[in-house]
């Protein structure tokens, strides 16, 4: 049956009279499904105030069949209609089909109703993406503001049910591409990519693994397309429809869509829509004269309409002088390069709202354009005086009503780009701009002392908000930081994404903390022994050893020149130095530096010192490396007991010292006890890392090592398994961690005489740590060990 004959069945099963039947067949028909209703009315001889009418009784009556029809808006009836027929001509049987969701992160747009001008760019825009792979919205001569992205957003909307892929809206101005588009496949279909394949792989694994169905990819605010998107283009598929909004003119090898200003009419039915029809009515021409003035430009439109509506008792002649008074002020600009003529009408018509504002709510707009383009935390609430806080609230009121900033949620703002710009420019003209920066730069650096070197789930949570800001004064504000306290954005952002196993995330953070170290400070600076020191310890989570050591070299003597011998960093480079040591096989070495490192502790810091702890656990860990139980069990549950009384119960270094004592317990053959330790470590990292954590991996590969030696292999098969992929997702295919689960999970196959994955794993194993760690490292010699023991006996 055709998709026209299925239509009259159809509407003969619902009842449709004549005139339902034939507005009803011809809205849902295929080729008819871009235009817009005032065309098809014309076509059906009617009014378009006839074809709404008739169409809202055909939804009434579907309604019966199809319930979720009667919670739609207006204007989303008639996808969820075409969805709910298509599945039915298309085999379904259920009258009653449930649209499964569509994933998209399209950000707000105005209420449909007050889009207006644009009916024929969406049916174009429509058109094109059905017959073209990809399409280009792009602005008459560059010009901004002229509602490219509110196009879009508004088409995706519409549209949505046309994409059961999901609709992925990407920044280009904001976040590398790539990473946005891994983060909505990765949250919105709950898949990961494996972090240590190349970008490219990674993007392929997603364009190959996305949900059925076509997809709408919207990059909005291209400026650079071979950087911005070409990299990032999923195949040639015809289920993936490619939109690009842009100020740029590309080339015709793009097909584009050339987006002018509102039409004059257009432009008075977009302020008729935000100001009171009467008021415009009594000033008509003077209304004409307003638009013509803002150049019909869709933004400029919607502020002067939004202010005119704020201030009921102002004439639009009154306005169109004021208007004409600021243009004076910027014309010999505007008239050198008249394609920025309309760029000023923005600027313009966002001054008039700036005049409404007191000196407070000024400043308050002036220090929001410091902050990154991301949700800004303003928490009024916790500003302790009473009058500063009232001050806050009412200059917040302000730029709300005057929609100079968007509410998010509670406490969360955020600011258009172009109104961030304007308040820049504003500014950069106060006498307070350098005042202001100092104190933004002194705010986030206050947030970037709080984050610890290993966050916590609430840490991680309630520091989130800030950690775009603290970017901001990272890259573009350290100038007004001192010289003390310019590492701290730079190492704390490094320790948000290390402490969460996201190592990619952290490295340029680290490294950029040299660089600007150095830049800044000079070669001889403990910051700078201070900045290779974090990134040395980065390179020993991510198994470059090779790479850490001379970095940790060079920190220690730095350290010592600069302190002098007795300093407590230069014990916590002598602790690192053996850590890596211990590490790369070399113990006899790691023991001297290890006990170097906690008896400077001892001295320094006294006995009771998280410091010390750590010491002590370090030293016990190389004790059980060698087999020297006796010397390691007093040190680990001295290290395990010093962590409870000084940091408390619940804390990743107590999770670390259960782990070791109960791995010591296993080694020794006593598994009774050391069952709850390792239950506990793995409950307690959890809980304060969340799920995705490298310690988590730690702890599930410890515990199946005590359930194979006690024998209770499905149990240690599972955990193995659980602990292998979480390795390989935060840590990457080819790092020691992952070699030594490989070994271990082959070890129990072995056993179990499963010997051809086993097989597999020790191969892989072996390969891991020979690449990494060298053929003489000790952890190589005892995979290779294990294989060729496996070898003999299989």
């Known amino acids: ?83 709910c027929l298509t599945r039915k001509y298309n085999g379904g049987q259920d009258i009653h089909p449930t649209i499964k969701e569509i994933h998209h992160n399209i950000p707000p747009a105005i209420p449909f109703e007050k889009f207006v001008g644009r009916e024929a760019e969406l049916e174009n825009l429509h058109s094109s993406l059905q017959t073209s792979w990809q399409v280009a919205i792009v602005a008459v001569a560059g010009m901004g503001g002229v509602g490219k992205t509110e196009l879009a957003t508004q088409y995706a909307k519409q549209h949505l049910q046309n994409y059961q892929g999901g609709v992925c809206w990407l920044s280009a101005q904001s976040t590398d591409v790539g990473i946005q588009i891994l983060r909505f496949f990765e949250l919105k279909f709950n898949r990961i990519t494996p972090d240590d394949w190349e970008s490219a792989d990674r993007l392929r694994y997603c364009w190959q693994n996305w949900q059925q169905g076509e997809v709408l990819l919207v990059f909005d605010n291209v400026t650079d397309y071979k950087k911005q998107v070409q990299p990032y283009l999923p195949p040639e598929s015809p289920r993936f429809k490619v939109l690009l909004t842009t100020r740029e003119k590309f080339d015709r090898t793009l097909p584009q869509l050339r987006l002018g200003v509102l039409k004059p009419l257009a432009a008075m039915k977009l302020l008729k829509s935000l100001v009171d029809r009467e008021r415009l009515k009594s000033e008509p021409w003077v209304a004409r004269e307003i638009c013509k003035f803002l150049g019909y430009l869709p933004l400029a439109l919607e502020l002067v309409g939004r202010y005119l509506d704020t201030m009921p008792d102002l004439s639009l002649e009154t306005l169109l002088k004021r208007l004409e008074k600021k243009r004076l002020e910027h014309e010999a600009i505007a008239k050198t390069n008249q394609l920025m003529h309309y760029e000023y009408g923005v600027a313009e018509a966002f001054g008039l709202s700036w005049e409404q504002l007191d000196e407070n709510a000024q400043r308050l707009g002036c220090r929001l354009s410091l902050y990154a383009l991301a949700d800004i935390p303003l928490l009024v609430e916790t500003i302790e005086d009473d009058d500063e806080q009232e001050l806050w609230e009412k200059a917040i009121a302000q730029l709300r009503k005057l929609h100079l900033i968007q509410w998010q949620s509670k406490g969360i703002y955020r600011l258009h780009p172009l109104i961030r710009q304007f308040f820049q420019m504003k500014l950069d003209e106060s006498s307070e701009a350098d005042k202001l920066k100092t104190i933004f730069a002194a705010l986030m650096l206050e947030v970037a002392k709080q984050i610890p070197p290993q966050p916590n789930r609430e840490d991680i949570l309630n520091l989130t908000p800030f950690i775009s800001h603290i970017a901001e004064v990272a890259i573009h504000l350290s100038q007004y930081l001192s010289d003390e306290d310019l590492i701290w954005p730079f190492t704390s952002l490094g320790w948000f994404y290390e402490g969460q196993g996201l190592y990619q995330q952290a490295e340029p953070w680290l490294q950029l903390c040299e660089k600007f170290t150095k830049n800044r400070l000079g070669l001889e600076h403990p910051h700078v022994a201070t900045s290779l020191n974090n990134l040395a310890g980065l390179y020993v989570s991510t198994g470059r050893y090779n790479e ?180 390989k997702r935060l840590l990457g295919e080819k790092h020691p961690a992952v070699a030594t689960i490989l070994n271990n999970l082959a070890e129990l196959y072995h056993f179990t005489e499963r010997y051809s994955e086993a097989e597999t794993l020790f191969q892989q194993a072996l390969a891991i740590c020979e690449q990494t760690l060298g053929v003489g490292h000790p952890d190589t010699m005892r995979v290779r060990g294990n294989y060729a023991r496996f070898l003999k006996e299989a």
Request: glycine share 4%; with cysteine; charged share 25%.
């Open 1 to 83: 049956m055709q998709w026209a004959d299925f239509l009259a069945n159809e509407a003969a099963t619902n009842s449709l009279s004549p005139e339902q039947t034939a507005a009803f067949v011809e809205r849902l028909k295929t080729e008819n499904s871009g235009k817009s209703e005032a065309k098809l009315a014309n076509e059906l001889n009617i009014s378009a105030a006839a074809l709404k009418k008739r169409m809202t009784e055909v939804y009434d009556k579907f309604a019966q069949s199809y319930p979720e029809l009667a919670n739609s808006e207006s204007r989303g009836k008639l996808e969820k209609l075409r969805a």
């Open 548 to 727: 850490a050591e001379p970095l940790f070299g060079q920190a220690l003597e730095l350290r010592k020149r600069l302190l002098g011998e007795e300093h407590t960093d230069v014990a916590a480079s002598l602790n690192n130095i053996a850590e890596l040591y211990r590490l790369t096989g070399r113990y006899s070495k790691a023991e001297v530096l290890f006990k170097q490192a906690l008896e400077l502790n001892r001295r320094l810091l006294g006995e009771e010192h998280p410091d010390v702890a750590t010491n002590l656990n370090n030293l016990a860990l190389l004790y059980g490396f060698t087999q020297c139980y006796n010397k390691a069990e007093p040190l680990f549950k001295q290290a395990l007991e010093l962590s409870k009384r000084l940091l408390g119960e619940e804390h990743p270094n107590v999770a670390t010292s259960l782990n070791n004592l109960a791995e010591l317990y296993v080694s020794t053959g006593r598994y009774s006890e050391a069952e709850p330790l390792f239950e506990q470590a793995l409950e307690l990292s959890k809980r304060l890392l969340g799920e995705e954590h490298p310690d988590v991996a730690t702890s599930l590969n410890n515990l199946a090592k005590l359930y194979r030696s006690t024998g209770l292999y499905s149990k240690a098969e599972m955990l193995y398994q659980q602990g292998l992929e979480l390795s």
